[in-house]
């Protein structure tokens, strides 16, 4: 902890000096040089690159896991950057692995397993098998969704509750808005706005922060508000912010609906003006946790915010340089020797420090694959933004 202090110290430093640019195609050819590693490490494509265990060997997950689309998303990125050939090669093999989970009807993570590596994969190359893949997931998705309930149900139990949904599954709507433009099904885009609607009603404090969970009866009825990977019911777990914020720029960017314009910039204003957002902006894994400033940040979720916050500046919105600003802030700092890691260790993975389920005592203060996807993806709409400037 001591020396995590003291490398930030150095880069809040070295920022207030006047370090005002990202260099995106260095970080990119620094990524590349890990994900190679990463690959030639990685020779089984029915196990996924998640993390790393506490014994510090590599933590892989069968492709039915939730993470399971990421590191195909992630490749497709350094492809799109560096226009290497070797990476679509690697890319194409990655996300082929996981198609068998177009038929998953199980879980609510399709979003995340399919649209990362083959939405990806087909904007960048219009492979008309990556399109029939991903209809047939959205159908798959789709089947989650009870219109008596009005959301797509998250996890098939959750303490004695049959009907969990939580905030992560706001990340699974832009994968059914792809589904609706291109399958023509309305159904589709309808889920996405009953889901969106009941998520706004039910999941939010008046200070705009997020419960992880929320349990409905058969009928609609909000049972119970909980939190699985957050510190307490009533904290605002910092990743759960981030894939809020995230959940609805995508949901304003798809219906121009100014209640989801409205709502994002509520989580924004939460986190950004959260008392316990340190000096470098990456989160601390849960915002009320107890012992801050000695808790374990979450690399993650600065990525996943920083993406969103990205996006939302480009929405003609007053604080729409203040958003471009903050995430620029938090992309610095993950590019920084206190987050990112040096080339051939951290298990190939691009960024330390973060938290999966410290409840649990599951992934903490370790790397994650999607921080990775988050943050190849931050660097892509900086780099966009930076050069329409």
């Known amino acids: 902890m001591k020396k995590l202090l003291f490398l930030l110290s150095i880069t809040l430093t070295f920022n207030a000096l006047g370090q005002s640019k990202i260099d995106v195609k260095k970080q990119f050819a620094l990524a590349a ?16 690159p998640q993390s790393t265990n506490a014994d510090g060997s590599p933590r892989d997950m069968p492709t039915t896991w939730w993470c399971s689309g990421f590191f195909g998303g992630s490749l497709w990125y350094l492809f799109e950057e560096t226009k290497d050939p070797q990476w679509k090669v690697a890319a194409e093999k990655w996300t082929m692995a996981i198609q068998k989970e177009q038929y998953n009807t199980g879980t609510h993570d399709l979003g995340f397993m ?15 098998e990556y399109k ?29 509750f049959d009907y969990p949904v939580i905030i992560d599954n706001m990340m699974n709507l832009e994968f059914l808005f792809w589904a609706a433009r291109e399958s023509g099904n309305k159904e589709f885009y309808n889920i996405c706005l009953s889901h969106a609607d009941s998520t706004l009603k039910h999941h939010f404090r008046p200070n705009g922060s ?11 009825t909000v049972l119970r508000k909980k939190t699985a990977q957050g510190y307490a019911d009533y904290s605002a777990w910092s990743r759960g912010q981030a894939w809020a914020l995230y959940g609805y720029v ?3 960017r798809e219906t121009k609906q100014k209640k989801y314009l409205a709502q994002a910039q509520r989580i924004a204003s939460y986190i950004l003006n959260n008392p316990n ?16 400033p000695n808790e374990e940040r979450d690399a993650s979720a600065a990525a996943i915010t920083a993406s969103a916050l990205l996006e939302l500046s480009t929405m003609k919105v007053a604080k729409g340089k203040a958003y471009f600003k903050a995430a620029e802030m938090m992309l610095q700092n993950l590019s920084t020797p206190v987050y990112k890691a040096k080339i051939g260790e951290n298990n190939h ?15 903490v203060d370790v790397p994650l694959v999607y921080a990775d996807y988050y943050y190849l993806e931050g660097l892509l709409r900086y780099q966009t933004l930076t050069k329409k400037k």
């Open 210 to 220: 997020s419960y992880h969970v929320i349990c409905y009866d058969k009928d609609g």
């Open 250 to 252: 995508v949901m304003y």
């Open 132 to 160: 029939s893949i991903m209809l047939n997931g959205a159908k798959s998705l789709a089947t989650r969704f009870n219109p008596k309930v009005g959301v797509i149900k998250s996890w098939n139990k959750f303490q004695s």
């Open 349 to 363: 993975f691009i960024l330390m420090h973060s938290t999966g389920h410290k409840p649990a005592k599951s992934e």
């Open 33 to 48: 040089q890990q994900y190679e590693g990463m690959l030639k490490s990685h020779q089984d494509i029915t196990k996924t």
């Open 277 to 292: 957002l340190p000096k470098d902006k990456i989160p601390y894994w849960d915002y009320n946790a107890p012992n801050i």
């Open 114 to 128: 399919l649209y990362c590596p083959f939405g990806n994969g087909y904007r960048l190359t219009k492979n008309p």
